[in-house]
């Protein structure tokens, strides 16, 4: 199927490795040109190089409140236009409730919440009937995650936020859309197996509560998020889709 993606180009944040890169990957590999971020200046320059010559990379933050007109303007300037943008960014500190700090609660709202709030509203002033915004969340959107007691409690109000831009949006013809991981094979979920003092018992216990009883694949997830960001996906809009093998028991 021809997911109509050829030429169409997206922001991508937080997409120098794990569930943005995937996606950034599934997108060229479809056509569409593709803005990278990433904080650190080397990595998102490489990670832009193994794309290829569809892919720019711009060093951001998603905390910072100039990186969404700087990452637009940079889809405008290399590739002349804007078609949608793909929230991303890395999983905020684990612990239990005991364990965060302040400054661990207010770092991750400021690039965790606050700064895909900022880019999505960015994004909704620039874009036509057609754009689509979606946001990378978590299964913990639907319910908590041990551990990870940030993201708990910031997932879940994204997702919301979520839902009610695709209601004001929607009159425009723009979707919003977001996408809830579950165990994926990433980095980052290989690092909150090893905080475990048995990370292959860890991990085959999560995989034995899984119905496909495995991890599921970076580009599993990217094509699922290549998809939703695509006009294949033209009446899909104010969803949450689980990318988790089966994991969520509810419908």
């Known amino acids: 199927m021809d997911l109509g993606l050829k030429d169409r180009v997206f922001v991508v944040t937080g997409a120098t490795r794990g569930l943005g890169n995937a996606t950034a990957r599934e997108l ?88 895909a709030v900022r880019l999505a509203r960015a994004a909704a002033a620039e874009l036509e009937a057609g754009g689509v915004i979606g946001f990378v969340l978590s299964g913990s959107v639907h319910e908590p995650i041990p551990g990870l007691t940030i993201s708990n409690g910031l997932r879940p109000g994204l997702a919301g936020f979520a839902k009610s831009l695709a209601d004001e949006l929607g009159p425009r013809g723009i979707r919003v859309v977001g996408l809830l991981p579950g165990r994926i094979d990433t980095d980052r979920v290989r690092e909150l197996d090893g905080l475990s003092a048995d990370p292959e018992a860890t991990r085959a216990a999560a995989e034995s509560r899984i119905p496909l009883r495995r991890y599921g694949a970076p580009e599993e997830f990217g094509r699922a998020g290549a998809f939703l960001l695509s006009p294949a996906a033209s009446y899909l809009t104010g969803i949450m889709v689980p990318v988790d093998g089966g994991f969520r028991h509810g419908f």
Do not use: C, M, Y
Request: cysteine-free.
């Open 28 to 115: 060229v590999a479809d056509g569409a040109k593709v803005i990278i971020s990433g904080r650190d200046e080397k990595t998102v320059a490489e990670a832009a190089a193994a794309l290829g010559p569809n892919a720019v990379g711009v060093a951001a933050g998603n905390a910072d409140p100039e990186t969404p007109a700087r990452l637009i303007a940079a889809a405008r300037e290399h590739f002349g236009g804007f078609d949608g943008v793909l929230v991303s960014v890395g999983g905020p500190a684990p612990g239990f409730v005991a364990d965060n700090t302040d400054e661990q609660w207010q770092s991750a709202f400021e690039s965790v919440f606050l700064g």
